[in-house]
């Protein structure tokens, strides 16, 4: 059992760790050859430019200017400028509201720290029943401020339940007045949001098809009966997954292509050259310009001759459209209602922002799908108990006394002072953060087999995933199998009546591993966080590597977005570590503060700077978080029962009976009043923002607007910045004189500043591109379709 001194050691290195984290980062960011790694968002907002443009050569490299060496750390005033409203124009709502749920649990835990240290320490310390037990069980200086330490039937449990109430209380309140005004946060963006595409569309699912009718016919047949007046067009969806295939072969050589003719404008003396053969180690020596245009061109007849074969088979096309409306009323009325008396037929859901929507899942067939969820289910399962395998491991590293009673022959090593300390208060926090790094990734993998449309969507599964797989191995398993190592020997050697009590007194003696827990992870892996070490390394040996074009220099650069995944359900588990020792163990709740206001600080600093949203979701993630507290509400309460049913405390243990029932008739009360604002569009709103585009913009011709927002990749093709628009829904027309007739009012094609560009969705900003951008650039499309040019 680790003791005070092991907590120490652990505390120094991760404390000495995350300073050298910072100072690697505060010098780091400065030099001139790694601004894009620490400030990409500038960049693809067009707010920043390159400082290595000008200058001498060294100065491309190193800051030569040594007043900022003095100023090194004004990043972090820097991160605290910037207010809320305009973190949500810079970086969206998500942005914004993740940011939000940093500063709830400093308002939560900021009070419960303070009275918890004030009144709960003193109260576990004077009771000193763990100074009997100490030759029955193993105990170390922080149990005896636990509650362990308080004598069976003890009047001072009494004192516990009082607290366990207050702080419940509390978090209740917080979360009310969190979840009220993100949800005010939430209908007041959508409210002021530009004209999207989004808003006017829902996406239909198993669709039948008509006899005697294509699906394209089926589906306009049925919106034009069903709703008449508010029916505009739809955008049927082909299975272009071979297509896609294509494409990205193509794009590779367009790289390849592009980068020896700049080679060639940068050194028109000598034209380049490669050998023909395969991998260009082998074969005749040709003209790299010629063999790329060449090679280019016979893909583009091999893209032709696959696109004419998709369109010509009516097998291609999915039973999904994407149905568009005249109003925004009118789809909300079609997106929130049943459409057929047979419920599993005509699926509506508001449809995804296009460049939230997962191509590769539209062709599963739905009725796939809940195949596919129960096989995926299963295998959440399997692999969350696999998992418990290393992490018993990990808790027999965070135990070594009670290891040596069952294996004494390790003890000559074991007991080595430094190697102790390190073993107990560094080693197991750090072995779990490995086991759990390619967790994410393989959680992400299985989501996107259960087959949803929404990356969003697919990052909220992968994270409830992570999150059970959080509460049951991390938070349980490490409790379970740390308490079975620990108290091995008393299980051996006592009476199994009193097996019971052991296990009631030893579970809050895991709160020294969690301590070391949240120093690993909280303290040194926020700090790694902002170092952006792996982007680092990774877009340095890209630029030395693979960099053939400024399009590359880009993408080498690219940042993506807050990795949701991980980072939600770590947060969670933080939420229900304090509370859960908030009353069980105190002095854990210091550094749990600690992680908080740190990593605050962190995200807010890399969601400025760093972090690019692949999409907005408006905060559709904040029912879950709010859940998840509630979740962790529930357990402390009821591990606190068990606890003090183990202390024999018979009079005061029903006291907390009630404590669930109130916790979950507030939870009821929650999501009745604030849910539906995450899952349902008010029709008064829509209706008010309808009646606002008539008043404004009575001649806007919504057909041409969204008509193209939906469009499947493979109908997108481009004769360098000339458009040519391929039209699926029913009412087809001429290509070139359709886009004259129906260009957007001057206001929507307008340039949007940097920071509203990646939002754009209306008229040419949205449908036009330069010669060096990708398809996935100009539309944000599945990336898999870059390259793809005029054939």
Partial sequence: MATLGDIGV???????????????????????????????????????????????????????????????????????????????????????????????????????????????????????????????????????????????????????????????????????KEYDNVARMRLHFLASQRRRAEQFTVVVRNMPQMSGHSISDSVDHFFKTNHPDHYLCHQAVYNANKFA???????????????????????????????????????????????????????????????????????????????????????????????????????????????????????IPFVSLTIRKLIISLSVFALVFFYMIPIAFVQSLANLEGLERVAPFLRPVIELKFIKSFLQGFLPGLALKIFLYILPTILMIMSKIEGHIALSTLERRASAKYYYF??????????????????????????????????????????????????????????????????????????????????????????????????????????????VYAVVTPILLPFILVFFAFAYLVYRHQIINVYNPQYESGAAFWPHVHSRIIASLLISQLLLMGLLSTKKAANSTPLLVILPILTLAFHKYCKNRFEPAFRKYPLEEAMAKDIMDRTTEPDLNLKAFLADAYLHPIFRTFEEEELVEVRVDKVRVDRQQSYADNAPTSDLSSPSPPHEQSHDLQGTNMLRRSPNQTLSDSFNLPPEFNGLLSL
Wanted: charged fraction near 20%; aromatic fraction near 12%; charge should be positive.
């Fill in 10 to 176: 652990s505390a120094l290195i991760n404390i000495l760790t995350a300073f050298a984290f910072l100072l690697a980062f505060a010098l780091l960011r400065i030099q001139p050859i790694n601004d894009r790694v620490y400030f990409p968002k500038w960049y693809i907002n067009g707010g920043r430019t390159s400082p290595r443009r000008g200058g001498n050569f060294v100065a491309k490299f190193v800051n030569l200017n040594c007043m900022t060496y003095l100023t090194f750390l004004n990043w972090m005033p820097q991160a605290l400028k910037m207010s809320e409203t305009e973190i949500i124009n810079h970086a969206g709502l998500d942005s914004a509201v993740f940011l939000r749920i940093y500063t709830l649990g400093v308002k939560i835990f900021v009070p419960i720290t303070v009275v918890a240290l004030l009144i709960l320490i003193p109260v576990n310390v004077s009771s000193g029943t763990l100074f009997f037990l100490r030759k029955e069980l193993v105990v170390s200086d922080i149990d005896k401020l636990s509650i362990s330490n308080v004598r069976t039937e003890s009047i001072r449990f009494f004192v516990h339940i009082g607290l366990e109430y207050l702080f419940t209380i509390w978090i209740c309140y917080m979360l009310y």
């Fill in 245 to 363: 295939k294509l494409v990205r072969k193509r794009d590779r050589l367009q790289n390849w292509l592009d980068y020896n003719q700049l080679k060639f404008e940068r050194h028109p003396e000598k034209r380049p050259t490669k050998k023909a053969g395969f991998l260009g180690l082998w074969g005749e020596r040709v003209d790299s310009i010629d063999f790329y245009k060449h090679q280019v061109k016979e893909f583009d007849k091999k893209m032709a001759l696959e696109r004419q074969k998709v369109l010509k088979d009516p097998k291609s096309i999915l039973p999904v459209a994407f149905v568009s409306f005249k109003s925004r009323w009118g789809a909300a009325v079609c997106a929130q209602t049943q459409q057929s008396k047979n419920p599993t037929l005509w699926l509506t859901n508001w449809a995804p922002e296009p460049r939230d929507v997962y191509w590769r899942n539209l062709a």
């Fill in 470 to 579: 959080m509460l049951v191995n991390v938070f349980l398993g490490s409790i379970v199998t740390g308490t079975a190592f620990e108290q091995l020997h008393s299980f051996l050697h006592q009476s199994p009546t009193q097996i019971p009590r052991t296990i009631g007194v030893s579970i809050p003696m895991k709160a020294t591993f969690f301590i070391t827990y949240i120093m690993v992870d909280g303290w040194a892996g926020i700090a790694s966080e902002i170092l952006r070490l792996k982007p680092l390394v990774i877009f340095h040996l890209k630029n030395m590597f693979l960099v053939k074009t400024e399009r590359d220099r880009e993408k080498a650069m690219d940042p993506g977005s807050v990795d949701y995944p991980e980072t939600l359900p770590s947060l969670q588990l933080y939420f229900l570590l304090g509370i």
